[in-house]
């Protein structure tokens, strides 16, 4: 479980650095809002 939230913070610190919000994120990668979101809860990495 700690692999997943050290994973959902950097993608959510690096997403921050970069300036872009979830929704900008989610586009570039081709993925939902939602599973942004997840990814960076620490709650899916799929």
Known sequence: METKQSLGAF???RRKE???TQRE????LFVT????????RGVSQS
């Open 11 to 13: 993608i959510c610190r």
């Open 18 to 20: 970069l300036g872009l």
């Open 25 to 28: 994120l989610a586009d570039r």
């Open 33 to 40: 809002e939602s599973a942004v979101s997840k990814w960076e």
